[in-house]
């Protein structure tokens, strides 16, 4: 996918920040930011797929990340991360939801 920009106008029912992804092709995607997780001093986000129809049962959406830089404008810019980037951050999400279990089994 190339250009990659938040589109707070988005409908969304609740207060999530909404991302529209633009392919090499035009076709527009929409994705809801789960979480922002920090990694080398960098930005990025696990994004999930906003559907406009209800899914089918065993419809799992497309999960995302992309590295959050800023553009000339200081407005959040969504791009593809590295592929060393992209392994850390993965890495860093499981991390993150391993000790969440972990908390909650504790209690």
Do not use: H, W
Request: glycine share 2%; charged share 40%.
């Amino acid at each position: 996918m190339s250009k990659k920009k938040n589109n707070p106008s988005a409908p969304v029912e609740d207060e999530s920040t909404v991302v529209e992804m633009v392919d090499d092709e035009g076709n527009v995607y929409l994705y809801t930011e789960e979480v922002i997780i920090p990694v080398d001093n960098k930005r990025f986000a696990i994004l999930v797929e906003l559907l406009e129809d209800e899914p089918e049962d065993d419809y799992e959406p497309e999960v995302i990340i992309a590295k959050i830089i800023l553009d000339d404008e200081g407005e959040d810019l969504y791009v593809e991360p590295t592929d060393e980037e992209f392994e850390k951050v993965q890495a860093a999400y499981d991390r993150l939801f391993d000790e969440e279990e972990t908390v909650d089994e504790a209690r």
